[in-house]
């Protein structure tokens, strides 16, 4: 199969209902991964567009917070169905743009459609609470509402999963949402903007604008915008979190990942293999909830390696649009060679490479941004192989005596999302979920994403701000409390009582 050059298209902003070029003259390419071809001219917004973009969502906020929660439920339930509807376009777009395969693709935008579905129970999330006769003659009550004007700022891996975290819980509240997408693969968020308004959003309760650093910087700072939600890395996240709490916003800024998975000797090693495998290649191991390293106990790791040896071997990597593709490409040229100089360094410093998929070419896309799947034994935790995020299909092993040794190193790394163990002992098991500093656990469970009526938070490094993300924490994030207390004095009887029938 050959490489075909794909035809270049504007990536417009949507504001206030429609598609825009906006007023910013400052473009950046978009690439297909997997050719190595420029596939689009992204517009990014300059301040006018950013002044636009607030000024209808403020416009938008104080009409969407006014309608009932029974006709904003309606829109939630016609965009579930849209979407549904549309998962192989928007599968399509997210292949194109981010290279991971459309089964993939497709599995993200169903764990996004579950917070719309979640969405969708708004009336019972946001019934507030009562105390009748709280003191003689007084009620007291209790009700949420809505911030007012969110930015969501998303990262480039998942392109529709992320901003379903948001939006749907956002929107759903009552707020205004304002979407700035990763200016890598932001085409699906603009058929995100026409579904929603297909369902019947009025204009300016959901737009997207594509920026970059100026526009986010723009966001966390214009004195109109109430709540920040941001997904990405940690550096980025940390300063986020910091410039936009500084002016006044709350928010929640979710980070980066180094994600453990320890595997005990009485596990079984056939699962874990199959497991670890498919958490540390699946979507080329650009998952916040990857796993990266594997944490061998004692003598299942000699056994372990072998195993994870022969799946990273086995692996298809191929582009994404390919029907037995299993392993697309990394996002750019620039992460690739950080991957490959990540691993170098660990060969160099000597850990053993049990595969090596540094030089991988794939043939008839040799453009296309590859690295294979990798494993590499015996890292130590002084390694940049160990103590950076690698974000590629890498797995890392470190080999530890027990489980105690296992769980001080997890609890010793700064990042804290997703963390898993394999074993066949309910007490380990549970020891384990119990002294970890890590906010999403799994057991025999390799990416333990909550489902979106649980919610989805790392600890430490992973994570700014206290407010998890979607599920009731969501809710709460996107919301404020108010307490009523009321007192109704009864009309006090007046003179001259009648004795005729009471009538209005
Ligand atoms: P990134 O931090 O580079 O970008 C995320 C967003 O921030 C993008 O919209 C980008 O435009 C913006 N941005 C980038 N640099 C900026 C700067 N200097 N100032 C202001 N804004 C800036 O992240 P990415 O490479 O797109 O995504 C991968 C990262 O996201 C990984 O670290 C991954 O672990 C993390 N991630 C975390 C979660 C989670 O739930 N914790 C989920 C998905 C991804």
Known sequence: MTTTATATTTINHFLNGEETAGKGDRTQQVFNPATGAVSGELRLANREDLETAVAAARKAANVWNDISLAKRTAVLFKFRELVAAHVD???????????????????EIGRGLEVVEFACGIPQLLKGDYSDQASTGIDVFSFRQPLGVVAGITPFNFPVMVPLWMAPMAIATGNAFILKPSERDPSASILL?????????????????????????GLLTHPDIDGIS?????????????????????????????????????????????????????????RCMA????????????????????????????????????????????????????????ADAGA????????????????????????????????????????????????????????????????????????SSGAAARKFQRSVTVGMIGVNVPIPVPVAYHSF????????????????????????????????????????????????
């Open 291 to 346: 796993i990266s390293v594997a944490v061998a106990v004692g003598e299942a790791a000699d056994e372990l390696v072998k195993k994870v040896q022969q799946r990273a071997e086995a692996v298809k990597v191929a582009n994404g649009t390919e029907a037995d593709a299993e392993m697309g490409p990394v996002i750019t040229p620039a992460s690739k060679s950080r991957i490959v100089k990540i691993v170098s360094e660990a």
């Open 457 to 504: 938070g790392g600890w430490k490094s992973s994570l700014f701000g206290d407010k998890h993300i979607y599920g009731e924490e969501g809710v709460s994030f996107y919301t404020r409390g108010k307490v009523v207390t009321s007192r109704w004095p009864e009309p006090t009887h007046a003179s001259g009582a009648s004795y005729n029938f009471p009538s209005n």
């Open 193 to 217: 903007a026409k579904l929603w308004k297909q369902a019947g959003l009025p204009d300016g309760v959901f737009q997207v604008l594509h920026g970059d650093k100026e526009t986010v910087d």
């Open 352 to 423: 053993a490479l049990v595969v090596d998929g540094r030089d991988l070419v794939v043939e008839g896309h040799e453009d296309g941004f590859w690295v294979g799947p990798t494993v590499i034994d015996h890292v130590r935790t002084e390694m940049s192989a160990y103590s950076e995020e690698i974000f590629g299909p890498v797995l890392a092993v470190v080999r530890v005596a027990d489980l105690d040794e296992g769980i001080k190193l997890i609890n010793a790394n700064p990042y804290g999302n997703g963390t898993a163990i394999f074993t």
């Open 89 to 107: 376009e928007l599968a399509a777009l997210i292949t194109a743009e981010h290279g991971k395969v459309l089964s993939d693709a497709k599995g």
């Open 230 to 286: 941001f997904v990405g890395s940690t550096p980025i996240a940390k300063y986020v979190h910091e410039t936009a709490t500084a002016h006044g916003k709350r928010v929640q800024a979710l980070g980066g990942a180094k994600n453990h998975a320890i595997i005990l000797p009485d596990a079984d090693l056939d699962n874990a293999a199959d497991h670890l495998a498919a958490a540390a290649f699946g979507s080329a191991g650009e």
